[in-house]
C-alpha cells in the first residue's frame, strides 16, 4: 500500500497578488523538489504544471499526492526546504479551524480524484481517525509503534 494526503488552505489573495509571490514564485522549485524525492509517486497538477487551479469546498486550495510510506512523505515536508515555506504559511493562507490535512492508504497504482480526497478529508472531520482517513499524530503513533517492534 502506498500513502495518499489531501492538504486544503484558503489563499487570502489572489495568486496574483504580489503578496502572494513569495508563495507563488517557489512553487515550481518546491514541487521539483516533492518529484525528486525518495518515495515520491505522484501530485495532482493542472497545465500550469502545480494544483492552484483546482478548489475543493469553499474555494478551498488543493494539494494531493501519493508517496510510497509515510516517512517519505515526512521527510519531504520538514527535511526538505519546503519546511521554509510551510513556516511562512499564514502569510499565503487563511487560519483554518477544521482539519485541513488527511492521510489514507491506497493500492498501488491508484491515483485519487481530488472528488475521493476531499471524501476522506470531509471523513476525518466527522468521524475522527480511523483505518481509512488519519492525521500525523496517527502516522507518527505507527512509526513509534513500528520502531519498538523492530527494537
Not at 69 to 80: G, H, P
Not at 123 to 129: P, T, V
Request: glycine share 6%.
Amino acid at each position: 500500500m502506498h500513502v495518499a494526503e489531501l492538504n486544503i488552505g484558503k489563499f487570502k489573495y489572489p495568486t496574483s497578488d504580489p503578496r502572494m509571490a513569495g508563495f507563488m514564485d517557489n512553487l515550481d522549485r518546491v514541487n521539483a523538489i516533492a518529484e525528486r524525492s525518495a518515495g515520491f509517486v505522484w501530485r495532482l497538477k493542472g497545465d500550469n504544471n502545480n494544483a492552484t487551479g483546482f478548489r475543493v469546498g469553499d474555494d478551498m486550495a488543493v494539494n494531493l499526492s501519493v508517496w510510497t510510506d509515510a516517512k517519505s512523505l515526512e521527510d519531504y515536508v520538514f527535511k526538505t526546504v519546503h519546511v521554509q515555506f510551510y513556516k511562512k504559511r499564514e502569510e499565503w493562507f487563511s487560519l483554518m479551524e477544521k482539519p485541513h490535512m488527511v492521510l489514507w492508504w491506497v493500492a498501488e497504482g491508484h491515483l485519487p480524484s481530488l472528488d475521493e480526497a476531499y471524501a476522506r478529508l470531509k471523513q476525518y472531520e466527522s468521524e475522527g481517525a480511523s483505518e481509512h482517513a488519519f492525521g500525523w499524530t496517527e502516522v507518527m503513533d505507527e512509526h513509534r509503534m513500528r520502531a519498538l517492534r523492530c527494537a
